[in-house]
């Protein structure tokens, strides 16, 4: 049975869960974040990114005092910023069709596929309505090449964009009113994102990132409820649009004082990788973007086994983060990955009941052990 923690970490996760945050619109986990966050460090803002940050000095500050917030006024300061994205995979609407249905295209890495046919929920200016997306009957011959196409045993093409759309029971001129255009972001709708138990595991759509979140404000809880202040000056960073290009990463990491970026995540369990959604969290060597640092990874590594955690090294391949794009990119000196192991990543995820709370843990230690 869950620990009282255990319950109020798989609360507020799934209340992360319901909030809708395609790329460039995280406003909705922005405030729940916020919410969660403003109570336990010593500052807090909304910067020019959209990216939620949260202060917590080495010492204690007074509020009144924001010279922390400017990169200028503390030139070369060896602040450490730990990094978690709120924004999650979604569609973005192409255009609209003479029969009020949608065609849409990916807003980061998705696939039809692999979040299935079903209700989405369509985020117009002026409302937000549930719709359907579709690829028609299957009861359907060579005559319909869309559907046929994708049929095993028939046309055997891979299921794609090109083969679906949404119904939204609306014509053009009520979408217009609901504010729906080109632009407009589709996400897989509410009643699809509901923690389920798988034993010891669980398992919803977008655990990415919503569970790493979930995993940083837990870490700034502990600290607090510990009375205890990080070794360096530390950013906590809600980022955004990370799903396409690292955006608000790059953005905290060369405007935020620091020298190095560490990001939360979910990391991939495959045997390519050699890591195991049974094992402990998932440290980064490297990844499709950057080649972490080593000694950052080695601590992580010793943090985790210290606490009896069963780290698991991983060099990943088709794979990125926060902190790789901002390295990659000349934006951090330094740069650390540390995940919780999820299988089905970029679908329907599952991970260990325990994953949040052993990677929040380390995310602790290693804040208050800089040299370990």
Known sequence: MASPAGDSTDGLLQELLWAYGP???????????ARELQPVVDDMW????????GYLGATETHLDDTAHRSAASAAGSDATRVMAHMDELSMLVKRIEPDGSLHVTQLGTMYPGNFGLGPVAVLGENETFTAVLTLGSEHTTQESPR??????????????????????????????????????RVCVERSKRTLVDVGDYMGCYFLDDRAAVTALLRAAALLRDRGQRPAKDTYFVFTTNEEIGGVGGSYASASLPGTLTLALEVGPTEQEYATSVAGG???GYSDAQC???????DRLMRIAADRGLEPQAAVLGAFESDASHAKASGLTPRAGLLCLPTLSTHGFEVMARSAIDSVATIVVEFLLRPDA
Not at 169 to 182: C, E, H, N
């Open 23 to 33: 790329c460039g619109q995280e406003e909705a986990v922005r405030a729940v974040c």
């Open 46 to 53: 909304t910067d020019d990114a959209g990216n939620l940050v």
């Open 147 to 184: 559907i046929w196409e994708t049929k095993p045993d028939q046309g055997d093409k891979a299921l794609d964009w090109n083969h679906v759309y949404v119904f939204t029971g609306r014509g053009p001129k009520d979408l217009d009113s609901a504010g729906v255009r080109a632009g407009t």
């Open 281 to 283: 969290p998932i440290v």
């Open 291 to 297: 080649v972490y640092d080593k000694d950052v990874a």
